[in-house]
């Protein structure tokens, strides 16, 4: 079965940037399309990026469109989240996921594998 670990979250200032990663294990990560999402306290889980299963396409909610670049290597099981001009309301729980669909899709309910979690946290 598939497992998803994020890492590279932490504490940034605005305008600064972190590199999300997701490591895969279990299975071939390139099988199946990715997204991030993330989630602020007192707030739903919300759609930030997607990316189809070979990199081709790609998707990215309206708020980080510009600041953030989503990508994988299939090769390394590895997915990736460059943020870029990070502000203060990009502070969340940060969270990879993959689904069996072939396209990329912002939707979470369409996601079959779920990681934990990584604390992302933008203040100055």
């Known amino acids: 079965q598939l497992q998803l670990v994020e890492s590279g979250g932490g504490l940034v200032q605005p305008g600064g940037s972190l590199r999300l990663s997701c490591a895969a294990s279990?299975?071939?990560?390139?099988?199946?399309?990715l997204g991030w999402f993330r989630q602020a306290p007192g707030k739903e889980r919300e759609a930030v990026s997607c990316?189809?299963?070979?990199?081709?396409?790609?998707n990215y909610y309206d708020s980080v469109k510009g600041r953030f670049t989503i990508s994988r290597d299939n090769a390394k099981d590895t997915m990736y989240l460059q943020m870029n001009s990070l502000k203060p309301d990009d502070t969340a729980i940060y969270y990879c996921?993959?689904?069996?669909?072939?396209?990329?899709?912002?939707?979470?309910?369409?996601?079959?594998?779920w990681g934990q979690g990584t604390q992302v946290t933008v203040s100055s």
């Open positions: 996921a993959a689904t069996r669909l072939p396209i990329p899709t912002l939707s979470p309910m369409r996601y079959d594998y």
């Open positions: 279990g299975d071939t990560l390139g099988t199946y399309g």
């Open positions: 990316i189809s299963r070979s990199g081709s396409i790609t």
